[in-house]
C-alpha cells in the first residue's frame, strides 16, 4: 500500500486505548459493540494498546467493516518474528489488510530478555522482510522515540507511533522522518472542566510511565528535568503530553501536534478507572474533531 493510501486510509484521528482486549470472555461483547461504535462514529484507527498479539486485533476487525486496527505496540520480546509474520499474513488476509503492525522495545523493567533494544528491532525486522511471504514495510510501523529509532522506523516502516511525546517532539520526528513517512503520536486526555480533578487524575494515570527510563529520558531530550517527573508529573509536563479541560482544548491542543508535523492523533482518553471503555467521551471526541 502506497504511504499516500496508508495515510489516507488510518485518517486524522484515532482512538488508543488498552480496554479493547478482548481476553476476557464476560467482556467480549461489550468491547466488540465499542468497536463498531468507534468505526461508525468515523474514527481512523483503533491502536490496541497495552503489548497486545496479533490474534487480540481480530475481534475487532470482526466488529467492524472500516477502520484500521493496530497493534499499539507489540512487543518484539513476546514472540518470535516467524510467528509475528505468520500471524500477519492470516490476519490481514482475512479482513482487506486493516491490520496495522505496530512494533516496539518495551522497556527493560518488563521483560528479562530486553538487551541492545536497536539492535533487537533491525534483526527483528530484518526477519520480518525474510518471512515468507514477507510483512511489507508499509504495514508496519514503531514506536520511535529516540533518533535512531526514528532513523529505523524511516527506512524499514511506514512510519513512527510514538508515545507519551509532545508537540515539539512531533516536530523533531517529523524532521527525522522526511515528509513521506507516516507520523502518528499518542496523545492523552481528560475531559473534565475542573481543572484540579483533571490534573489528579493525569497525574494518577502518567506517575506509572515516569517509572520508564525510555519515557523519562525522552522527556529530558525536550528540556524536562527530575522535578518535573515528581508527584506524578509538573504542571508544565501535564501540559504538554495531555489535553485537558473541554472538547475545544482538546480540538485545539490535537491542532497543535498535526501543525508539528502529525499525520494522524491517536487519542488516548484518561478517566479515574482505566479499566472502563469510555464510550462516552469518544462520542463527544468524535463530536469535536471529526
Known sequence: MPMTQLKDTIGRIGIWTPVLRAEDP???????????EL??????AIWLGGS???????????????IVVATGILSIWNDEPADVAQAYRRVSAAFDDRLLLGLGVSHQILTERYEKPYSAMRAFLAALDEATPPVPKDRRVLAALGPRMLE???????????????????????EALGDQALLAPDLKVVLDEDDTRARETARAYLARYLALPNYTN????????????????????????FALGTPDA????VATFHEAGADHVALNV?????????????????????
Open 270 to 290: 484518561v478517566t479515574r478507572d482505566d479499566t472502563e471503555i469510555p464510550l462516552p467521551q469518544w462520542h463527544t471526541l468524535a463530536e469535536a474533531l471529526l
Open 39 to 44: 468505526d461508525r462514529l468515523g474514527y481512523g
Open 152 to 174: 529505523l522506523a524511516r527506512t524499514e516502516s511506514a512510519g513512527a507511533h510514538p508515545y507519551l511525546v509532545t508537540a515539539a517532539h512531533t516536530a523533531r520526528a517529523r
Open 26 to 36: 464476560e467482556r467480549r461483547a461489550q468491547v466488540t459493540e465499542a468497536a463498531t
Open 218 to 241: 525522552n522527556l529530558k531530550r525536550l528540556g524536562f528535568t527530575d522535578p518535573d517527573f515528581e508527584n506524578g508529573g509538573s504542571d508544565a509536563l501535564l501540559d504538554e503530553v
Open 52 to 66: 497486545p498479539r496479533v490474534r487480540e486485533t481480530v475481534p475487532l476487525l470482526e466488529a467492524t467493516s472500516r
Open 250 to 253: 482538546v480540538r485545539t491542543k
